[in-house]
Structure formats: structure tokens, C-alpha cells
Nanobody
Framework: LRLVESGGGLVPPGGSLRLSCATS????????LAWFRQAPGKEREGVSC????????TYADSVKGRFTISRDTVDDILYLQMNSLKPEDTAVYFC?????????????????WGQGTQVTVSS
């Protein structure tokens, strides 16, 4: 599956951004989709995972109640709505996909990755 992220940028603390991940090259219904992020000098960490079949998404504790993962089933786009952003949310955000598996916020769980989009939260 080919993945291309967009929507990153500079936003003040408390602001909002919506990231998009355009997908192509596969039947999206077969895939588990997720967002990860990587801050400078840190390991890549899972943010949210969207299971197949409309099951309840999972979120990292650090973003629960602030971020929402969703999917446009017509245009096959994955979204991450980010509200109440904090400076510690600053990172490169990646979308990821894996076919025929369950959700897990682990980098080793996913096969396909986008190139990433930078999110900077700063005043």
C-alpha cells in the first residue's frame, strides 16, 4: 500500500491540525491503519490505530481525548484530527498500514509507511 501524508505545519499551543494520509495500491478494507510520530532524538511511537471493520480505535495515553483517527471510505484517506496541541506533540507524523492483522501501536507490526509530515507546536 502506498501512503502519502500531508497537513503538517506550525501551530501555537492549544491549536488544531488535521493530518491526511492518501492511500493507493490496495483494498483499504483489508488493512489496519495507524499514525505514528517521531520527535528529534526519540524513537518512533504509536499514536493511534484504526482496526478493520469499524472496530473501536486505540490511542496512546498521551493523546487520548485530544486526537481522533478516522477514514474516508470513499476517497480512501486516513485522517488524524489533532486538537489542544501541546509543544510535546512536536514530531514528524507517519501513517502506516498492514494487511490482515489486528491493531498494535508497535512499529514492527506495520509493513507500509509514508514519508512523514512535520508538526511543530510552538508560540
Amino acid at each position: 500500500l502506498r501512503l502519502v501524508e500531508s497537513g503538517g505545519g506550525l501551530v501555537p499551543p492549544g491549536g488544531s491540525l488535521r493530518l491526511s494520509c492518501a492511500t493507493s495500491g490496495g483494498t483499504l478494507d483489508y488493512y489496519v491503519l495507524a499514525w505514528f510520530r517521531q520527535a528529534p532524538g526519540k524513537e518512533r511511537e504509536g499514536v493511534s490505530c484504526l482496526p478493520r471493520g469499524g472496530a473501536t480505535p486505540t490511542y496512546a495515553d498521551s493523546v487520548k481525548g485530544r486526537f481522533t483517527i478516522s477514514r474516508d471510505t470513499v476517497d480512501d484517506i486516513l485522517y488524524l484530527q489533532m486538537n489542544s496541541l501541546k509543544p510535546e506533540d512536536t514530531a514528524v507524523y507517519f501513517c502506516a498500514a498492514v494487511a490482515f492483522r489486528t491493531c498494535a501501536l508497535s512499529t514492527s507490526h506495520f509493513n507500509d509507511w509514508g514519508q512523514g509530515t512535520q508538526v511543530t507546536v510552538s508560540s
